[in-house]
Nanobody, 125 residues
């Protein structure tokens, strides 16, 4: 069992930045990949960024255009997503996810085994 708890969301002005956190607990030794997704109202849950647990290899969706950065702390207790140059299209609930099975598709949400409840990011004009 893996538990994921997101935090760090809130209201931010356009052009601003946030650092989202995902606290990881439970059977962390089983985690192969961590990722961040987001879901806007009426939209699909879209992949943003992923990181492998052992090598810390990172992968980003093309549409984040270098604005987002995924990272983890040295102890592996927390995964971060730095979101920069925010605009109104970034308003969404941001989720962290973990998968414990060997998969090939970073962006396939159905391949992830554990999810947090999400943290709301709202970008104002």
């Amino acid at each position: 069992q893996v538990q994921l708890v997101e935090s760090g969301g809130g209201l931010v002005q356009a052009g601003g930045a946030l650092r989202l956190s995902c606290a990881v607990s439970g059977r962390t030794f089983s985690i192969l990949t961590m990722a961040w997704f987001r879901q806007a109202p009426g939209k699909e849950r879209d992949f943003l960024a992923g990181i492998t647990w052992s090598s810390a290899y990172k992968y980003y969706a093309d549409y984040v255009k270098g604005r987002f950065t995924i990272s983890r702390d040295n102890a592996g207790n927390t995964v971060y997503l730095e979101v920069n140059s925010l605009n109104d299209e970034d308003t969404a609930v941001y989720y962290c996810a973990a998968r414990v099975e060997c998969r090939s598709n970073w962006s396939a949400r159905q391949e992830y085994n554990y999810w947090g409840k999400g943290t709301q990011v709202t970008v104002s004009a």
